[in-house]
T-cell receptor, first 117, second 113 residues
C-alpha cells in the first residue's frame, strides 16, 4: 500500500522568499514520486518527477525536489517565490511498474501556497 | 495545454439522474485514468484503462462505470446520482513507455442538485 502525507495544508511566503512544501511517502516498493500544481479552475500540471535516476530532481518554473530514502521524503523547494507561484500543490506516489497498483497515483491532500507582495 | 481533452466542462444535474463524462487522451497514449476531486476526499483514483481493457480499479462506486473505446477515448458513466457525487472529475493519460507520468485534462465539474 502507498500513501502520501503533505505537512501543512496552507503555506504563506513573501515574494522572493524560499518556498518549501513538505511531502512524506510510504511505499512497500521503490516508488515513483511526483509533484503537480493546480491553478484555480484548471487541471493538474506536472512540475517534476522522481524515477530513481537522480535524487535531486529539477522541474519547471524553478522548482526542484530531493528524494531522501532514509527520511521517506520528497520535499519541493524554490529559492525565490513569485506571485505567479500561488496555487495548490500536490505530491503523489506511484508503485514501480509491474506492481499490483501499476500506474495508479496516490495523492496527498494538497498544500495551498499563498505568495504575499 | 496537456493534450488531454474532457467534455463537458461543467455539468449540472439532479439527484437520481445519469451522466456521461468524456475524455480524449493525448495522441498516442494508450492508458486512461479517471480521478475524482472533492473537498472532503481530496484526489482519488477511480479506474484505469489500457488499450481498451480495464487495468486497475480504485475507490469507484458500483453506480459508476467506465469504458475505453477502440479510438482510445474513454467515458465515465455516473448513475443514480447523489449530492455527494458533486466533484471535479479528471481524466489523465500516459504513454506506454512512461506509464506513471500522467497528463491531466482540465476536468469536468459535476454539480448534483
Amino acid at each position: 500500500a502507498q500513501s502520501v502525507t503533505q505537512l501543512g495544508s496552507h503555506v504563506s511566503v513573501s515574494e522572493g522568499a524560499l518556498v518549501l512544501l513538505r511531502c512524506n511517502y510510504s511505499s512497500s516498493v521503490p516508488p515513483y514520486l511526483f509533484w503537480y500544481v493546480q491553478y484555480p479552475n484548471q487541471g493538474l500540471q506536472l512540475l517534476l518527477k522522481y524515477t530513481s535516476a537522480a535524487t535531486l530532481v529539477k522541474g519547471i518554473n524553478g522548482f526542484e525536489a530531493e528524494f531522501k530514502k532514509s527520511e521517506t521524503s520528497f520535499h519541493l523547494t524554490k529559492p525565490s517565490a513569485h506571485m505567479s507561484d500561488a496555487a495548490e500543490y500536490f505530491c503523489a506516489v506511484s508503485a514501480d511498474a509491474g506492481g499490483t497498483s501499476y500506474g495508479k497515483l496516490t495523492f496527498g491532500q494538497g498544500t495551498i501556497l499563498t505568495v504575499h507582495p | 495545454d496537456s493534450g488531454v481533452t474532457q467534455t463537458p466542462k461543467h455539468l449540472i444535474t439532479a439527484t437520481g439522474q445519469r451522466v456521461t463524462l468524456r475524455c480524449s487522451p493525448r495522441s498516442g497514449d494508450l492508458s486512461v485514468y479517471w480521478y475524482q476531486q472533492s473537498l472532503d476526499q481530496g484526489l482519488q483514483f477511480l479506474i484505469q484503462y489500457y488499450n481498451g481493457e480495464e487495468r486497475a480499479k480504485g475507490n469507484i462506486l458500483e453506480r459508476f462505470s467506465a469504458q475505453q473505446f477502440p479510438d482510445l477515448h474513454s467515458e465515465l458513466n455516473l448513475s443514480s446520482l447523489e449530492l455527494g457525487d458533486s466533484a471535479l472529475y479528471f481524466c489523465a493519460s500516459s504513454a506506454r513507455t512512461v506509464p506513471n507520468e500522467q497528463f491531466f485534462g482540465p476536468g469536468t465539474r459535476l454539480t448534483v442538485l
